[in-house]
């Protein structure tokens, strides 16, 4: 308890202290302690549809906090304030302060943070069903069993939304070189770049050339 003397409270000139509430002050000391501590970024919303964030990067990436031994002690983890990633479709950088209510604490190098936030097209995946097989390279007439293919691709959700794009797909066999006769065949696919096939049914084809 440390008394609250009149004499060490300086005054202006014409003004006088009459009383003192309360007298003594309560002081309580505590050991200073440092800890270093890896910094977690929340996110609050969601990204446009379609997009997703990865985990933040942060600069620094950690943190030394200096305080009262008790506080940094009940310190589990050590947080910046929020970031909103509500609509976002691209990678975006922004300053943040750390999430630390207690004033006492000092952090090291400072209380803002600069957050890297990735955002990446979600990679989906589609099946496109009943593609025609087409038969190249060919004047004699020609019978495909089955005569149509379904397949299943993946990429990015933009990619996979776009009609323009899906409408590249197509299929064929090359019949280059054959003669008439009964022949069994695997179908070429022609995809989008940023596209990949991850499966096709059937993958084996009866052609009949007459």
Same mark, same amino acid.
Do not use: C
């Given at each position: 308890?440390? #008394? ?14 009459? &009383? /003192? ?6 002081? =309580?000391? @505590? ?21 997703? $964030?990865?985990?933040?990067?942060? @600069? #620094? $990436? ?11 002690? &009940? ?25 630390? %209510?207690?004033?006492?604490?000092? $952090? ?11 955002? =990446? =097209?979600?990679?989906? &995946?589609?099946?496109? @069903?009943? /593609? ?15 005569? @149509? ?17 899906? %409408?590249?797909?197509? &299929? ?5 070189? *054959?003669?008439?006769? /009964?022949? $069994? ?9 940023? *596209?990949?096939?991850? %499966? ?6 009866? /052609?009949?050339?007459?």
């Amino acid at each position: 308890l440390i #008394p609250v003397e009149r004499k060490r409270i300086p005054m202006g000139p014409g003004i006088k202290i009459l &009383s /003192i509430n309360p007298s003594y002050l309560s002081v =309580q000391l @505590e050991k200073k302690a440092k800890k270093t501590f890896k910094i977690i970024v929340p996110y609050t919303g969601k990204p446009a549809n379609g997009y997703i $964030a990865l985990d933040a990067a942060t @600069e #620094p $990436a950690s943190v030394e906090l200096t305080g009262a031994f008790p506080l940094i002690q &009940s310190i589990k983890e050590l947080k910046t304030k929020p970031i909103d990633l509500s609509n976002a479709k691209e990678t975006f950088k922004k300053n943040i302060p750390l999430d630390l %209510d207690n004033s006492t604490i000092i $952090a090291s190098p400072g209380h803002i943070i600069i957050v890297s936030v990735p955002i =990446q =097209q979600q990679l989906v &995946s589609k099946a496109i @069903e009943n /593609i025609p097989i087409q038969a190249w390279n060919s004047t004699s007439r020609v019978n495909i069993e089955p005569s @149509e293919i379904t397949i299943r691709i993946k990429g990015p959700f933009e990619t996979l939304s776009n009609k323009e794009i899906t %409408d590249q797909i197509y &299929s064929f066999i090359d019949l280059t070189g *054959l003669k008439p006769g /009964i022949y $069994a065949r695997h179908a070429y696919m022609n995809i989008p770049v940023g *596209l990949i096939m991850t %499966d096709a049914v059937p993958q084996v084809f009866t /052609i009949k050339i007459e």
